[in-house]
């Protein structure tokens, strides 16, 4: 399948200060790339789509204001997460479609922790 | 409520037995995939599914589109299947999104 690298796997940062995360594709063009996050005991909530070439579609409770995407080429997209909070912190994973049909694979996550 | 409601939340088996994961659909699903999260949280591939039946070794999976459903069937639990499963569909109405299930939390026990 098609290998989706993110950057950090780990990252912990104080309340109230920024970070950034990375997704590389390797292997394949990620004309489109997803992030999820997935909060403490729940399941994966789609944050927005990005397409190159293309507007990035925020899902609802979600914006770019407190989760500006970058995606600049078929190869890599990053995510900041602006001003972070305990309800920010969790597991964030970047997904994106193999070529050939809609299967996404993903990234090992990125995990945040906010002290 | 719940648009990809999955069935059990939570799943103990003996090695050696077999069990059936379940989700439901409420959106016009067009694929759907089946992943298995490790301890360390990476999602793992298990199945991409248009409607119809895959097969992988001890694993089975079934999409009836027109049922708005899909199982994932294990055979002969093996302790290494124990994780968390998420099925996750493909609203056709929605361009590409994949909307994920609850869950199911396996443990496998010798």
């Known amino acids: 399948g098609a290998l989706v690298y993110q950057y950090p796997r780990r990252t912990i940062c104080k309340s109230g200060t920024s970070m950034r995360m990375e997704c590389q594709a390797v292997?394949?063009?990620?004309?489109?790339v997803a992030w999820y996050r997935q909060s403490p005991q729940k399941t994966f909530e789609l944050i927005a789509l990005s397409t190159v070439n293309s507007a990035i579609k925020y899902e609802q409770n979600f914006t770019q204001e407190k989760f500006p995407i970058s995606h600049p080429n078929l190869s890599f997209s990053s995510m900041t997460v602006l001003n972070a909070y305990l309800e920010d912190r969790g597991l964030y994973l970047c997904?994106?479609?193999?070529?050939?049909?809609?299967?996404?694979?993903f990234g090992k996550g990125t995990r945040l922790t906010v002290v | 409520g719940d648009k990809v409601k999955q069935s059990p939340s939570a799943l103990s088996l003996q090695e050696g037995t077999n069990s059936a994961l379940r989700c439901n659909f409420s959106i016009a699903a067009t694929t759907v995939q089946w992943f298995l999260q490790n301890p360390r949280g990476s999602l793992i591939n298990l199945f991409y599914?248009?409607?119809g039946t895959k097969e992988n070794g001890r694993l089975k999976s079934t999409f009836n589109s027109k049922e708005s459903y899909s199982t994932l069937h294990i055979r002969d639990a093996q302790l290494e299947d124990s994780g968390t499963y998420f099925c996750?569909?493909?609203?056709?109405?929605?361009?590409?999104?994949?909307?994920f299930g609850t869950g199911t939390s396996l443990l496998v026990d010798p």
């Open positions: 996750a569909a493909e609203d056709g109405n929605m361009g590409y999104k994949l909307t």
């Open positions: 292997g394949f063009q990620a004309t489109s």
């Open positions: 997904g994106a479609p193999d070529r050939a049909n809609t299967e996404v694979f």
């Open positions: 599914l248009v409607p």
